[in-house]
């Protein structure tokens, strides 16, 4: 089966609202096997609203519009429905007084305000259609089933929509849909996304079903391998085979297959298994390495310390650079970024320390390092280990990719130590 999806409203063309219900609905459809071929975003007109819809009705199985079943006269979704099917607009008893629930709830705090007339346009849906309870809101979602088509109406506020499309239209879709589709994802740090495509050449060369593809995320890669089948647990039955050959070929730099957990979950996660604490020392990312780290629960387990040394005289001041690399090597630099989470070490009395130090642009750089040139240190129970990073991109973009190398370095130093801490490497490097 095929899906169309219609998000309404002029507001989304303007770019006032960014459009996530776009992203949620696709997303959704995906994981019942609803194949999605054409998204489109129409504005609050009767016409190019009636148009978009005739051909997406042709062309599509399912049919999916969100937005514009409010009260004021710019909610024009219900109304070019029921135009392009022919069918009149007739009152949902259950919805209006769901409605008047609702206001009278809503007013309860402003004496002397009455139910606007306009509220009652949304109680009506197109003859014959399924009104579906909005828990949360007053406008209801619409099911139309027009010959072997489905028209799905929601409302557009995310808060409102989601809930619904979760415990309502997901369940009513979901029986429709002979075959679902699922996905796994494996989260890969460490490897770039030419290199980790060229190694799993062979697999994506003779997919058929499950499917294998990859996803650049910064200093990341993600492989998602998806499964179409009757049922969840076949599905997974034939992801598997895949999946645990991927893991053959990546081995520890695959650090998840939950879909939700991030790099920075995974690093605290390692640390807390294994009793161990962590510093950072930052320059030039000015505290987003420690803020990523902190944004996990249970951070506080593991991050003693974090120093912003912007500023030589930080540098020097709190983890003890010592005055003669800055001066012959200068702050951005292998040898100031093993001072760095050395010193941060041994200042916070932290089992691991990492720095970061670089030109994030778009000023500063040599010609020996130029701007995007990023030295990232950790130091794992006494041995440091230094990788020289050149970024592309602005600003943002440097420091975020700094802040991403700098957790995978850190796991990649705590997998390869043993229980006293040694490093199977020597004790600074280059990589």
Known sequence: MTAELIC???????????????????????????????????????RRLCKCFRAALKR?????????????QDDLT???????????????????RHIEKFMKQYLRNTPGKAITQNNWKQALIPEGAIAVENDNGTAPGIIVEEGEKTVILLPGPPGELIPMFESRIYPYLYKKQPEIISSR??????????????????????????????????GEVHIRVTAKASDEETAQRLIEPVAEELRKRFQGNVYTEEEDKTL?????????????????????????????????????EVLKQGYI??????????????????KNHGAVSRKCAKEMAEGGAAAAGADAALSVTGFAGPEGGTEEYPV???????????????????????RSSVR????????????????????????????????
Not at 27 to 45: I, R, T
Not at 78 to 96: G, I, T
């Open 309 to 326: 040394t912007y500023s030589d005289k930080a540098k020097k001041k709190l983890v003890h650079v010592k005055k003669g690399t800055l």
């Open 8 to 46: 309404v409203g002029t507001e989304l063309l303007l770019g006032n609202i960014v459009n996530t219900n776009g992203a949620y609905i696709a997303q959704k459809c995906a994981d019942l096997g609803l194949s999605m071929y054409y998204q489109s975003v129409v504005g609050d007109n009767m």
């Open 400 to 431: 975020e990719q700094a802040v991403v190398n700098a957790l995978v370095l850190l796991r990649r130093c705590i997998l390869e130590g043993d229980e006293t801490g040694r490093l199977t490497g020597a004790s600074s490097s280059s990589e």
């Open 185 to 218: 994802t494996l989260k890969i740090c460490g490897v770039g996304e030419s290199q980790a495509e060229t190694d799993i050449q062979d697999l994506i060369q003779k997919q058929k079903n499950p499917t294998v593809a990859t996803y650049a995320k910064p």
């Open 264 to 300: 920075e979950m995974a690093v605290v996660e390692l640390l807390r298994e294994r009793g161990l604490t962590v510093t950072t020392v930052e320059s030039c990312t000015g505290g987003a390495l420690s803020a990523r780290l902190v944004d996990v629960p249970g951070a506080s």
């Open 60 to 72: 599509s199985d399912v049919v999916i519009l969100c937005g514009g079943l409010g009260p004021t």
């Open 372 to 394: 995007g040139t990023v030295f990232i240190g950790c130091c794992f129970k006494g041995k440091t280990k230094v990788k020289e990073c050149h970024f592309n991109g602005d």
């Open 78 to 96: 219900k109304e070019a429905v029921a135009r392009v099917l022919k069918r009149e607009l007739v009152e949902d008893k259950k919805s209006r």
